[in-house]
């Protein structure tokens, strides 16, 4: 089955990190993934799932600083020509932090949308061919919260061409409409709290064990923020903060189903034999009770004759 097309899928993310030693030690902890330098980038490290390289690690570069940006993950999106697309971003009213540029591998550009979310758009030199479909140790979700949902999707649907998928009444919150290109369903984007600062994007980074990754969470000195928790359909989630204080989330399958032994039909006739046998055990006692009370005279007799026997 070919994968889906370039255009909308998430195809890279990068961890810039004040830290980038303690963030690559934190992650390597929590998930299976492996590292390599990158050639020609001192300060770039590339994070390996099974399939290749997924993710980057870098510092958090000054001007990001200087304008107040928190450690964070960088997502990007597939599309095929940046120039093009970050001219249209502007129209519809998002910024660009970065204005396109080539590096060895593409060329890419890093954008904020309307509500203030930042992204990432992308063309590889090179598209992998391998299944779009996430995989152990890949991001497998994307999650948007935003101030202005049916803002944001609007966006989105006419830079990258996203569609609706299926949709969730989250109550309080309201509705949580989830996302795709065809073949494939992305992510969610729904209203963020009152609490929240900012409109930003989540990664989630699929694990075998949601609950032991949240445990290495807090024992690596990260927050989690929410869960571990189920979500509809069984699989778990969980969401928290690395020790520099970049959010991430994880997720892990629902546990297949254990198969239930059957029951020999033999074991449900055992249980009437047992009955049977305590009630016949009850009616030999019943008549030994009504002999072992003799006369005191007949038991006086029988005390003298074996008196007399041993004599």
Request: aromatic letters at 8%; glycine letters at 10%.
């Amino acid at each position: 089955m070919a994968p889906p097309p370039l255009r909308g899928r998430f195809v890279w993310h990068e961890l810039l990190t004040p830290d980038t030693a303690g963030g690559i030690r934190f992650y390597t902890k929590i998930t299976s993934w492996k590292t390599q330098p990158y050639a020609g980038m001192p300060d770039y490290t590339l994070l390996l799932g099974a399939r290749g390289p997924i993710a980057g690690v870098m510092p958090l570069p000054p001007e990001a600083k200087a304008m107040g940006a928190p450690p964070n993950w960088l997502s990007y999106i597939g599309i095929s020509d940046v120039d093009a697309t970050a001219k249209q971003a502007t129209t519809l009213g998002a910024k660009i932090y970065k204005e396109p540029t080539n590096i060895s591998v593409g060329r890419f550009a890093v954008l904020a949308d309307p509500q203030g979310a930042v992204f990432g758009i992308y063309t590889p030199n090179l598209l992998d061919e391998q299944d779009a479909k996430p995989q152990l140790g890949e991001f497998s979700w994307h999650e948007l919260a935003t101030s202005d949902p049916a803002a944001a999707f609007s966006f989105y649907q006419q830079l990258v061409g996203w569609e609706k998928t299926t949709s969730m009444d989250m109550g309080p919150i309201g509705v949580y409409q989830m996302y795709g290109v065809p073949g494939l369903e992305l992510g969610g984007i729904y209203k963020m709290p009152a609490d929240c600062k900012t409109p930003h994007w989540l990664p989630y980074i699929r694990i075998a064990d949601t609950r032991k990754a949240a445990g290495l969470t807090t024992q690596l000195g990260g927050k989690i923020m929410n869960g571990p928790m189920e979500v509809p359909g069984g699989d778990l989630i969980a969401m928290g903060s690395d020790p520099q204080g970049a959010a991430f989330a994880v997720h892990s399958l629902k546990a297949p189903a254990k198969a239930v032994a059957a029951k020999k039909p033999a074991a449900k006739k055992a249980a009437p034999k047992k009955k049977a046998v305590a009630k016949k055990a009850v009616a030999r006692k019943a008549p030994a009770k009504k002999k072992a009370a003799p006369k005191k005279a007949a038991a006086k007799k029988k005390t003298v004759k074996k008196a007399g026997r041993r004599r």
